[in-house]
DNA sequence: TCGTCATTCAACAGAATTATTGAATGATAG
DNA sequence: CTATCATTCAATAATTCTGTTGAATGACGA
């Protein structure tokens, strides 16, 4: 080990990037930084975890340059580099999706006991709005929202969703959206939804990819 | 930590992959692996690492669902489970060459000193196979050669580049391929030929990635 | 300048990962 | 059955990673 060719420092360099994945809270920092640039202390809140630890972490992605840091004024904000991160993420949630039987379980056992239904493609959807026969709400935070939604969404955070639905039609059928493909609360919103009378299914992913298929995003200035 | 809802199970099984990629030598028995199938024996030889350690990491890249054991008499043979492992090392790799400092380094120190022309795309190299104007050597072993290889290829293991290239005419370009976009071994190919007086370049990248590009594959029986 | 606030640092204990060693297992050949 | 061989297991020590705590830094506004 204490001498190393090129090729075993290149391959140290690659594992640097693919430890730093290893994590499950620097994953779900991932998630969150996909939405937009975030402070240490909105993503702290957002996680419910210490700051010093969220800081910690966001220095180690920092370190193999996964995300970027910015200051602005008191405030650091973080970012993800570009799209590679993201395409990365998605590979390393493929390998796992279809090889590890316990994603299999988790997904059985609480997704798909609360969501019977084929989620929404997004090439369904896009026609879906065209023909102006759904309603598409965003289930995230407003302030998610605000950096970018899918064009005609409109923002119905999830715990508005029961209070928003009193005043929706129960005909028209409802299309969910979050973070991504496994954020929980779309599952949750349609859930609820259907709970409530109303015909409600799922986007298949969610912002970030939207984004990341070239498809246009409306931001509210 | 100690209860643990949905999502984040989830993502502690993504960060069972992303960890399992987490190590320099895991990485490397990958980019090995990604020839074909190897027995541990096979794998620790050619990594030059103690049989026992080999077969840890191997386990642990079975227990993130990388790679698949079959036992053959004696012999358990690893295998990648499918294209899906590559693409995630691809993108891990992608990240690290955008965002890390130290890859540029590594690689404009090492590498560019020894190969400034451009390599060759597949499509050119295709091209070039079709005119009947390039000999094309794979670099590789004759173990992993014979597993497959890219039509009209000749094998020529690295130690033996010298020895061949004494026989071949130097008025015909020499285009060399190996194990994959970082692999050493076209590199060094290369390198000795120009030293020769021949003229070489590398393909941009290896076999796994022709194969994955759904190009037509030679094996020997 | 001072106080406040967001972030980072430093130090610590507990946990996990790693390479090594030697023994145990499982399968084949004689 | 026994010997042999490939692989795995178990135990160990060294190292690294994690989360927590409290103090230090850097920037803003009064």
Same mark, same amino acid.
């Given at each position: 080990?204490?001498?190393?060719n090129?090729?075993?420092a290149?391959?140290?360099?690659?594992?640097?990037?693919?430890k730093?994945?290893g994590h499950p809270?620097r994953?779900?920092?991932?998630?969150?930084?996909?939405?937009g640039a975030?402070?240490v202390?909105a993503?702290?809140a957002k996680l419910?975890q210490?700051?010093?630890?969220i800081?910690?972490h966001l220095?180690?992605?920092?370190r $193999?340059?996964?995300?970027s !840091?910015?200051?602005?004024?008191?405030f650091v904000? =973080?970012a993800?580099?570009?799209?590679? /991160?993201? &395409?990365a993420?998605a590979?390393v949630r493929?390998?796992?999706?279809?090889?590890l039987?316990?994603?299999?379980?988790i997904?059985?056992g609480?997704?798909?006991?609360?969501?019977?239904?084929?989620?929404?493609t997004r090439?369904?959807l896009?026609?879906?709005?065209?023909d102006?026969?759904?309603?598409?709400?965003d289930v995230r935070?407003?302030?998610e929202?605000?950096?970018?939604?899918?064009?005609g969404a409109?923002n119905?955070p999830?715990?508005e969703?029961? $209070?928003?639905s009193?005043? !929706?039609?129960?005909?028209?059928?409802v299309?969910? =959206?979050?973070?991504?493909?496994w954020c /929980?609360? &779309?599952?949750?919103?349609?859930?609820?939804?259907?709970?409530?009378g109303?015909?409600a299914?799922?986007?298949e992913?969610?912002m970030?990819?939207w984004?990341?298929?070239?498809?246009?995003?409306?931001?509210t200035?």
């Amino acid at each position: 080990m204490s001498i190393r060719n090129p090729k075993q420092a290149l391959y140290e360099q690659f594992a640097i990037v693919a430890k730093a994945l290893g994590h499950p809270l620097r994953l779900e920092m991932i998630e969150h930084l996909a939405q937009g640039a975030r402070s240490v202390e909105a993503l702290a809140a957002k996680l419910g975890q210490p700051v010093a630890n969220i800081s910690q972490h966001l220095q180690a992605l920092r370190r $193999a340059g996964i995300v970027s !840091a910015e200051r602005d004024g008191k405030f650091v904000h =973080y970012a993800l580099v570009d799209e590679s /991160v993201l &395409s990365a993420f998605a590979s390393v949630r493929t390998v796992a999706e279809r090889h590890l039987a316990e994603v299999d379980r988790i997904v059985r056992g609480y997704f798909d006991a609360r969501d019977d239904m084929r989620p929404v493609t997004r090439d369904e959807l896009r026609k879906l709005m065209r023909d102006g026969v759904v309603t598409l709400i965003d289930v995230r935070p407003a302030d998610e929202f605000a950096l970018g939604h899918v064009p005609g969404a409109i923002n119905v955070p999830l715990g508005e969703v029961r $209070a928003w639905s009193a005043g !929706a039609a129960t005909r028209r059928e409802v299309v969910a =959206y979050c973070r991504g493909p496994w954020c /929980v609360m &779309s599952f949750e919103a349609v859930a609820a939804l259907r709970s409530l009378g109303h015909s409600a299914r799922r986007l298949e992913d969610g912002m970030p990819e939207w984004k990341a298929a070239g498809l246009p995003v409306e931001t509210t200035a």
